[in-house]
């Protein structure tokens, strides 16, 4: 098994382009989740889903969108990158709400 | 209030050295706790689960103290691979985890 694999490791953006971080998991977990991680700082959850076609908000969830037409993929989308969004990004996914999570490696996004 | 607690360090100490770091938690209802590693510019990954009083694993024990809401990680011989950020994290019976920003640990030569 892959567990949770994350595409790009790694992308600068200019500030207003938009991309996708994908986020794809082998372990036919139902629960999903992003993450951001600032220098030095916790994690803070963006969004998350409790199964296929089903997401909801976390803590910091503006400037982001989400999608889960699977139960496998999760991606995650920026339509107008502003620096702030300057971040580690990370995808975790568990069998159950409250149980262990897997993250994936990250993805290291700069918007300039 | 939080719902946990941590130093956030970093705790520098020499190889070899027993270390000991503490996490207090805020709600009385939750039944067990995951310890997380993170190593530098890497992702979380689970170093211990505790449902019970404790639990050990080779040179790491974690000890749970329900009355005082606080949950303990011990490390003894520490290795320089040892250095990392470590995350106490609450398993509140079916609610979401939420990860605060943990301890660092540096070990030196």
């Known amino acids: 098994n892959a567990g949770v694999t994350q595409t790009p490791k790694f992308r600068i953006l200019k500030i207003g382009q938009s991309m996708t971080l994908q986020c794809a998991q082998d372990?036919?977990?139902?629960?999903m989740y992003w993450y951001r991680q600032d220098p030095g700082m916790g994690l803070k959850l963006i969004y998350y889903?409790?199964?296929?076609?089903?997401?909801d908000k976390g803590e910091v969830p503006n400037g982001y969108n989400v999608s889960r037409s699977t139960t496998e993929d999760f991606p995650l989308r920026l339509e107008l990158a502003a620096p702030s969004q300057t971040s580690v990004y990370f995808c975790?996914?568990?069998?159950?709400?409250?149980?262990?999570?897997?993250f994936g490696p990250g993805t290291r996004l700069t918007v300039l | 209030r939080k719902e946990v607690e941590q130093d956030p360090g970093p705790f520098n100490v020499p190889e070899g050295a027993t270390v000991a770091f503490n996490c207090t938690y805020s709600?009385?209802?939750?039944?067990?706790f995951f310890w997380y590693r993170q190593d530098c510019r890497k992702e979380p990954k689970l170093l211990m689960s505790?449902?019970?009083s404790g639990n050990e694993d080779g040179r790491f024990t974690a000890q749970l103290n329900r009355a005082s809401q606080y949950i303990s990680l011990l490390i003894r011989d520490s290795k320089l691979s040892d250095s990392a950020t470590y995350l106490c994290?609450?398993?509140?019976?079916?609610?979401?985890?939420?990860f605060g920003g943990g301890t660092r640990l540096m070990v030196k030569p």
């Open positions: 975790a996914s568990s069998s159950l709400l409250g149980g262990e999570q897997f």
């Open positions: 372990m036919n977990h139902n629960y």
């Open positions: 889903s409790v199964g296929a076609g089903i997401t």
């Open positions: 709600n009385s209802a939750s039944q067990s």
């Open positions: 505790v449902y019970s």
């Open positions: 994290v609450p398993n509140n019976a079916g609610n979401m985890l939420t």
